[in-house]
């Protein structure tokens, strides 16, 4: 975790830091980044960052969870957390989220370097933050849906939360395999294409998780 002295910075400037990283960590790899090159970036002096993280593996893996935390922020601002169960997470301004990772190829390609294992020996420690983080947003719409009556309540949720990250872990991939393939730009057809294959996923998971 970043020092107190990285949070008191203001959003703009966090922002600022913490692309710089991740794009000196995609194209160069953990062992070659360079934190001299991340603070040119960011416009910062380099005896800075060490200011505010303590070395370069703790900004690394920060940056990972950053990363996520971004586009489940975007998210939710579009679709408020709270008024979602794990279908309309998918449903529920589809074209919207892949619009964003039209918007944002460094970050997709980022998080597809850690899920392909592209850091190593890092990128299991990077993968199990990344699920702490997605299983804590998970757990929620399942708790959700028990709330709205469109989710069983016969398992309990670490149970659904099993079921669920099965159906949908690959489908996740492919559409971001996809988005990729598409040069993050995927035409009217694409989209068809993609939002097809999310309402097979959903149909999948209504037939193992949903109320009768």
Not at 4 to 28: C, G, P, Q
Not at 109 to 115: P, T
């Amino acid at each position: 975790m970043p020092k107190r002295t990285f949070n008191r910075l203001d959003d703009d400037k966090k922002e600022r830091i913490m692309r710089a990283a991740i794009e000196e960590f995609h194209a160069r790899g953990f062992e070659n980044a360079k934190i001299e090159t991340i603070a040119r970036k960011a416009e910062v002096a380099k005896g800075s960052i060490y200011q505010y993280f303590d070395d370069k593996k703790e900004m690394f893996l920060y940056s990972v969870t950053w990363a996520l935390n971004y586009f489940m922020k975007i998210i939710d601002r579009q679709t408020p957390l709270q008024d979602m169960d794990v279908y309309e997470y998918f449903l529920s301004g589809s074209r919207e989220r892949f619009e964003l990772l039209k918007q944002e190829p460094l970050l997709v390609a980022f998080s597809m370097d850690i899920y392909a294992g592209k850091f190593g020996g890092l990128a299991l420690e990077a993968s199990r933050e990344l699920s702490r983080i997605g299983e804590e947003y998970e757990l929620k719409l399942i708790a959700n849906g028990k709330r709205k009556a469109t989710v069983r309540d016969d398992l309990d949720d670490k149970t659904l939360l099993l079921f669920f990250q099965g159906v949908t872990e690959k489908f996740d991939m492919e559409i971001m395999e996809k988005v990729k393939g598409f040069d993050y730009d995927p035409t009217e057809e694409q989209y068809y294409e993609m939002e097809n294959l999310l309402k097979d996923m959903i149909s999948l998971l209504k037939q193992g998780m949903g109320r009768n």
